[in-house]
């Protein structure tokens, strides 16, 4: 079936680091990705919206200055956080479907905590 | 605007027992889809099923069963015999026409006992 890798799956840093996690798409092409974003014992609340060859569309609330989005390829997009403050630590997971209606592939998520 | 409920926050129950896992959703779109994934204490989404708006035929896959009413804006996921390895957070979720993207509910604890 269709995979997503995503990497790191763990990531620590020191506050003011940026940091990218990578999510691709191994066997398929995917021309619009999702960047979710998860609270401990919380829902995935959806971030943004990773589209190939274009600007992602981001969810109200989220600064784009913040979280840079990166879909160059139809097979990866990344997500940056820049400047990361411990504020910022959370589950990140990405993820890549096919058309209208079909479920989505995930990522299995990067934890990130900022010390 | 589109909303999915999850109701139940955490159950837990004893292995063997059945367990029914509510979910409630709004649209206003005729055309929308469902699904049910199972996040384990490893983090990684996986997914259980898919209904679209006009399919409303319950579904059996083993020990899953899930129930779709559109009259109640319900689709309703039982465990029959319930096992230590069902143990997760169960999310459902929504996505209308014309968009991938998903509405997830806030999600339930099932947490299963030997």
């Known amino acids: 079936g269709a995979v997503v890798s995503q990497h790191p799956s763990w990531v620590i840093c020191k506050s003011g680091t940026s940091v990218k996690i990578e999510c691709r798409s191994l066997?398929?092409?995917?021309?619009?990705m999702f960047w979710y974003r998860q609270f401990p014992k919380q829902s995935l609340m959806l971030m943004a919206t990773s589209n190939e060859g274009s600007k992602a569309t981001y969810e109200q609330g989220v600064e784009k200055d913040k979280f840079l989005i990166n879909h160059a390829s139809l097979t990866l997009s990344t997500l940056t956080v820049t400047s990361a403050h411990p504020e910022d630590s959370s589950f990140y997971i990405c993820?890549?479907?096919?058309?209208?209606?079909?479920?989505?592939?995930f990522g299995d998520g990067t934890r990130l905590s900022i010390l | 605007a589109q909303k999915v409920t999850q109701a139940q926050t955490e159950i837990s129950v004893v292995e063997k027992e059945d367990v029914t896992l509510d979910c409630v959703y709004e649209?206003?779109?005729?055309?929308?889809?469902l699904f049910w994934y199972k996040q384990p204490p490893s983090g990684e989404l996986v997914f259980l099923i898919r209904?679209?708006?006009?399919?409303?035929q319950n579904e059996i896959s083993g020990r899953y069963s899930w129930n779709f009413q559109k009259s109640t804006s319900s689709f309703n996921f039982t465990i029959t015999a319930s096992q230590v390895v069902d143990s997760a957070v169960y999310f459902c979720?929504?996505?209308?026409?014309?968009?991938?993207?998903?509405?997830f509910g806030t999600g339930t604890r099932l947490l299963v006992s030997p």
């Open positions: 979720a929504l996505s209308e026409r014309g968009f991938q993207k998903l509405v």
């Open positions: 209904r679209n708006s006009f399919d409303e």
């Open positions: 649209t206003r779109d005729t055309t929308y889809y």
């Open positions: 993820s890549a479907g096919g058309k209208e209606g079909q479920p989505q592939h």
């Open positions: 066997d398929f092409q995917a021309t619009t």
